[in-house]
């Protein structure tokens, strides 16, 4: 058997690299979940890398920070900073002591998220994870998503409980590390 030493001249038009292999590869795997088990299920089993990427990206800004907690300011301007470092383009639109409400124009996933909003778990899960580590809780409610068709997104994170339930909110608690 021979080798292929050298790309075809052709291959220069493919449109492949570790980026577009990675997202297509999240979308792939994103729509096969949503279809064998459905968009709930499929959300679910994404909620639960989400919130293992969000204790890790919560760690890693508090020791750049050197801070044992994030302010509500400073969990703002992470939850920013994290999605424009993914190439999201995320901004505040409202910070008050009730919720953080932030817009975005661009989703990390490109393209490759429209149709899945199963991938929209991450989101969900990463801010409301380092939200709710930082300040105690975080409802989280995705109002719109790219991956549904809009234009953009507006997510509102809830720093206090609600005192009647809200349909679509997705609520998040500082974990115990006392009992660790």
């Known amino acids: 058997m021979t080798a292929i030493t050298t790309a075809p001249a052709e291959a220069g038009e493919v449109q492949l690299d570790r980026d577009i292999f990675l997202r297509?590869?999240?979308r792939e795997l994103a729509g096969t979940l949503q279809e064998i088990v459905g968009l709930e299920e499929a959300s679910g089993y994404i909620s639960v890398v989400g919130a293992a990427m969000g204790e890790h990206i919560d760690a890693e800004y508090r020791r750049a920070l050197a801070v044992e907690r994030l302010s509500r300011t400073q969990v703002a301007a992470v939850l920013v900073d994290l999605k424009q470092r993914i190439r999201g383009d995320f901004f505040v639109i409202e910070e008050t002591e009730d919720r953080l409400v932030l817009g975005n124009r661009a989703?990390?996933?490109?393209d490759f998220v429209l149709g899945r909003p199963s991938l929209c778990m991450m989101t969900s899960?990463?801010?409301?994870?380092?939200?709710a580590e930082n300040l105690g809780y975080a409802g989280v409610e995705l109002e719109r998503t790219i991956a549904q068709g809009h234009a953009g997104c507006r997510v509102v994170v809830h720093l206090r409980p609600s005192a009647q339930a809200q349909p679509g909110l997705r609520e998040y608690f500082r974990?115990?590390?006392a009992s660790a």
């Open 24 to 26: 297509r590869l999240l």
């Open 125 to 131: 899960n990463v801010f409301g994870s380092i939200a």
């Open 175 to 177: 974990r115990d590390h």
């Open 107 to 110: 989703c990390p996933f490109g």
